[in-house]
């Protein structure tokens, strides 16, 4: 039984579950809170609204900053449930001191990834609080989206249905630590944060049905799995080979004892299909540049419903779970 929050219950995991599940679904409990998606929809499935806070540190990183994290992270949400991205609120809380010239280009970067995504900020607030009160500047964002495929779902998914990731796994957990802990591996190592919705748009407009989306941000791929396992009734298989991770996050997570699957990205997602549109799906993925190295990992099966099922290189099995502890110093 919890007693205090610790950093695990932020972690997207075990610990972050059981925090969101025992405290606030309880509190707030309602039809469309419990289906547990990336953005609620609303407004007779004409809708999706979706909100998040940005605390990342460092706030600078390769790939990107806290501003178009912020914008990306909100977008991405709402394009996971095949929405266009159309209006955001702005909450900024700034620690006192912080430098201007740093603040501007948080805010430019916010302002080009609005102009990708064809979005507008139409609300927003901002507070200045004592030095020591904030570590630098916080965002929260929160948008609403117009959605384009209905239906798309994690408590949907059915048995047969493929598993596909847009992109290799893990840069964003990877990035944020090597920077926060001032560690240089000599490599091009840089966040995957980028906006999804074009992607999504294509895949839309190329006639995919698409079962259900999920960016897999905190917790990672393996988080993302588990939630949809259990939301759905169903097991999921996925082979090790066939899991793109580069180079670089390889040499992370051996070197460090990190499990690629469990590290955050801000520019990936998890998709479920049916099997009969998987080669059309990676084809119109590997189109575009962000999902270029697009793959099918696995599979939907009944073997062992809720739990997750990797097939190893060395033909063996074992499953993943959810993540559990304090993964990473704050990556979102």
Not at 1 to 14: D, E, V
Not at 36 to 55: H, K, P, Q, R, Y
Not at 176 to 190: C, H, P, Q, V, Y
Not at 212 to 226: C, H, K, P, Q, Y
Request: charged share 25%; proline share 2%; aromatic share 6%.
């Amino acid at each position: 039984m919890m007693t205090n929050i610790t950093l695990a219950h932020g972690n997207g995991g075990q610990e972050n579950n059981e925090l969101i599940t025992k405290i606030f679904y309880k509190a707030f409990k309602n039809e469309i809170l419990a289906k547990s998606e990336d953005a609620a929809v609303i407004e007779d499935g004409t809708l999706a609204f979706s909100t998040d806070s940005f605390t990342v540190s460092p706030i600078e990183f390769p790939g990107a900053n806290i501003g178009k994290l912020a914008v990306c992270g909100t977008c991405n949400d709402l394009a996971m449930m095949g929405a266009q991205p159309k209006y955001l609120t702005c909450s900024v809380i700034i620690e006192e001191g912080f430098e201007v010239e740093v603040l501007k280009r948080i805010v430019d970067s916010m302002e080009k990834e609005l102009a990708l995504n064809g979005a507008i900020v139409v609300s927003g607030d901002t507070k200045v609080v004592p030095k020591g009160s904030v570590d630098k500047i916080f965002i929260n964002t929160t948008g609403i989206g117009q959605i384009q495929q209905k239906g798309i779902s994690s408590n949907s998914i059915q048995e047969g249905d493929t598993i596909i990731v847009s992109n290799s796994i893990g840069k964003h957990g990877a990035t944020i630590f090597a920077a926060r802990e001032g560690i240089d591996f000599s490599t091009n190592l840089k966040s995957d944060c980028a906006s999804l919705w074009q992607v999504v748009k294509k895949l839309i407009e190329s006639g995919i049905q698409i079962r259900a989306l999920r960016d897999a941000t905190r917790g990672g791929v393996s988080a993302v799995l588990n939630e949809w396992a259990k939301q759905s009734d169903i097991c999921v298989e996925i082979e090790e080979e066939k899991i793109p991770v580069c180079d670089e996050v390889k040499g992370v997570c051996e070197l460090l004892g990190f499990e690629a699957l469990s590290l955050a990205n801000e520019g990936t997602f998890v998709m479920a299909i049916s099997k009969e549109q998987e080669e059309k799906a990676i084809e119109v993925l590997k189109e575009m540049e962000i999902s270029s190295e697009a793959s099918i990992i696995g599979t939907v099966t009944s073997k062992h419903k809720g739990k997750v099922i990797l097939n190893t290189a060395w033909g063996t099995q074992r499953f993943i779970d959810l993540p559990t502890g304090e993964l990473l110093p704050r990556i979102c």
